[in-house]
Each structure stands twice: as C-alpha cells, then as structure tokens.
C-alpha cells in the first residue's frame, strides 16, 4: 500500500499536479488573471481571466502575485487621496488590504448605478447612497 501512495505522489510531483498555471495574479495585457480554480486551490489549478472594464480598464501589477484592474489612466495614490465622485462613479485609492506596506496603490473605481445608488461627494471622501 505505502508503494501505491509513494508512487501516486511522484506521479502528481512530476506532472505538476494537473494544474494549468503557477502564478496568482498577473495580468495578461488588460485581462486579469488569477489562478487558483482548482478544488482544494492546490491541485488541479485553473485560470480565471476577466477582463478589466469600465469604471476600471487598466490591469495593475504593483508587485508580483498581485494584480487587479484599476482606473485609467493608471495613477498611483496613498492615504492623502481625497475620494471623489465622477457622476455616478466613487473613485477612491485601493484599500491597504489589497496592497502590502510600500508596494504602490492604484485609483480605483465603483460605480454606485450598478447597486441603484447615487455617488456622494463630500470634501475628502466619497460615498455611494
């Protein structure tokens, strides 16, 4: 039984697991990439691609194994980006979360129609209601 195992695992080691990428982010012009469809996110990988459209059609690597689609023109920000309202778009600096401390943040872009809202721009920040 431990031979079965121990040859099944050399099998899975060297054919890669099944899966179809290595990465976890990336972007492939303006289509965002992102692997990790597989069932247990470890064997079996797939690649999901979407394509970056309005209110965000520029794909953003800041760092490797990082990417999302931003504003266009791509620009950079940080915590003194005031948010503000473009008509119905909330244009804001992409959260922290997203980025790791020092890798640069992109403008991004929420469209409060798509939820039946309004954008509400109130000095330094902006709101979707």
């Known amino acids: 039984m431990g031979k079965i195992f121990l040859a099944a ?6 054919n890669g ?11 492939n012009g303006n289509v965002l990439e ?10 079996n990988r797939k690649v999901s691609s979407t394509p970056c459209e309005a209110p965000n059609e ?6 490797e194994g990082l990417a999302y689609c931003a504003r266009a023109p791509e620009t950079t920000c940080d915590d003194t980006f005031d948010g503000a309202c473009d008509g119905t ?4 600096c992409s959260p922290k979360l997203i980025s790791p401390e020092g890798v640069s943040r992109f ?11 309004t954008c509400v721009d109130e000095g330094m920040t902006a709101r979707c209601q």
């Open 9 to 14: 695992a050399m099998f899975l080691a060297l």
């Open 17 to 27: 697991c099944g899966n179809e990428c290595s990465f976890k982010e990336q972007c």
């Open 34 to 43: 992102i692997c990790g469809e597989g069932p247990d996110q470890v064997v």
């Open 58 to 63: 520029v794909c953003v690597e800041p760092t």
């Open 89 to 92: 778009v909330r244009l804001m």
């Open 107 to 117: 403008v991004v872009a929420f469209d409060c129609a798509d939820s039946n809202q």
